[in-house]
């Protein structure tokens, strides 16, 4: 059978890379360290990019580990992003650190994606020149069409990560202001009553006085 069907079909059978991608929001405890295990393939590339969303200094520790060998390693780090080819197909462990913080925990959105470039072979059968063409170009547009899909899912990312973060310093700015204006009222409440407290000591001793 030939005919749209069959270019279709020679399209969606055509592999180019696979991508598998996993995004996480967690909350790192003061004081505390968490590590998040991936299985690897040997020649995959890989990709780690994570942004501390809230907490202190928006500041935190990250460790990539492959076969016990370190190969990232940021300190006091807000964000970032790192790209590697794994080369021994083993776990890869990535840890996130906060034991410099004793007092405030830390809320860290993390993304690992894993791309392998291996093509597989193509599908079996004589080579049509008319197909082969219009494969060609129908396998373009797909693929200028998914590059530029994960381009905007990766701005909407980065823009709701920077709304989230946002909203968290406008949350702890908000609370910071509350406490210290309790904390203005309380003080001008007891300079009012000490002042009250002096000046009913003034007319006491006045009238001590005169009964003298």
Known sequence: MEGPWTAGLVVLTCYVAVSLAGELTFELADNDRQC?????????????????LAGGNYDVDVVVFEEAKPILKRVRSTSGEHKWTSESGTDVVMCFLNKFSIVTSKKIWLRFE???????????????????????????????????????????????????QGRAFAESL?????????????????VGIGQVV???????????HQGI
């Open 36 to 52: 998040f295990y991936e299985d690897v393939d040997a020649g995959v590339k890989c990709t780690l990019e994570y942004q501390v």
């Open 114 to 164: 894993m791309e392998d470039p291996r093509v597989s072979p193509p599908p079996p059968g004589p080579p049509v020149p008319w197909l082969h063409e219009a494969a060609t170009f129908m396998e373009t547009s797909c693929v200028t069409a998914h590059e530029n899909l994960k381009l905007v899912i990766d701005y909407q990312t980065h823009f709701r990560l920077r709304e989230a």
């Open 174 to 190: 908000n609370e910071r202001v509350n406490y210290w204006s309790i904390a203005q009222t309380v003080i001008l409440i007891l």
């Open 198 to 208: 002096v000046l009913r000591s003034f007319f006491t001793e006045n009238k001590k």
